[in-house]
């Protein structure tokens, strides 16, 4: 119970932070103790009320023009997304996507240090908007990572508020839907309901010490914060996902031997 308890408190202190990067943070630290089955319902049943709580306390910063279209591409990203996890090999999935994050997660701080210097905001096109909600679906709703999703939103939003806002009203409506699927494919146990119980008065905790330093961290810090954040949660994706490429690696040193 030691390591679910820091996992809980690590996780949703970044979560009122950043507004995002829970999931990775709560899988990273319990992946070498439980198993995912017991992991992933137990924390989707913690972070569907903290999407709330953050959404409810920034609702005046949602844009509607950023939320509603990246919501229906990401439960549109969800249908091939089952599909895909019954066929594919997932470990190798997960570490492309961490390194595509890692790249994004670059990108987005020499573009802050560029717009810095030209005081000009780049604007993101809506092929992008569409590539990216479409494969966050694919990531969120089957293994409920939103790193991609939040290298997307931090390049069309103003301030870490907004950030928050949007992120969370996605982030709401892709938990809901999967804690309707989840119920009826019997994916939640009696032993994770217990599990999120009583993990909730820490989760609360630490959600609201994360909510309240954010007032007092500089806004070009928290926004570093966030960058730094999707980097390590695409580090976090391959280093999780490594013995899955071991197979892959036999298979391409086969073909040499050969």
Not at 32 to 59: A, C, G, M, Q
């Amino acid at each position: 119970m030691f390591w679910w308890i820091v996992a809980a408190a690590a996780a949703y202190f970044v979560k009122g932070l950043c507004g995002f990067a829970n999931t990775l943070v709560f899988t990273s630290i319990l992946s070498f103790t439980s198993d995912n089955v017991l992991i992933t319902p137990t924390e989707i049943l913690l972070s569907y009320p903290t999407n709330f709580i953050v959404l409810f306390k920034e609702r005046k910063n949602i844009k509607l023009n950023v939320f509603l279209p990246l919501s229906a591409l990401v439960l549109l990203g969800c249908i091939p997304g089952i599909f895909f996890l019954k066929n594919a090999n997932t470990g190798i999935v997960k570490v492309l996507f961490g390194v595509i994050i890692i790249l994004i997660g670059l990108e987005m701080l020499f573009r802050d240090m560029r717009e810095a210097k030209s005081k000009k905001k780049a604007q993101a096109s809506k092929i992008t908007l569409l590539a990216i909600g479409l494969v966050s679906g694919i990531l969120c709703g089957i293994y409920g990572i939103g790193a991609l999703l939040g290298a997307y939103i931090g390049r069309v939003t103003k301030n870490i508020y907004e950030f928050k806002a949007n992120i969370c009203a996605v982030f709401f409506v892709e938990g809901t839907f999967r804690i309707i699927v989840y119920a009826f494919s019997g994916i939640f146990t009696l032993e994770a309901l217990k599990q999120g119980l009583m993990l909730i008065p820490v989760m609360l905790i630490f959600l609201f010490i994360g909510l309240w330093s954010g007032k007092y961290i500089n806004e070009g810090i928290a926004k570093k914060i966030v960058v730094i954040m999707l980097i390590l949660s695409g580090a976090a994706l391959i280093v999780n996902s490594r013995d899955s490429l071991y197979p892959l690696f036999d298979s391409v040193k086969g073909w040499f031997v050969k």
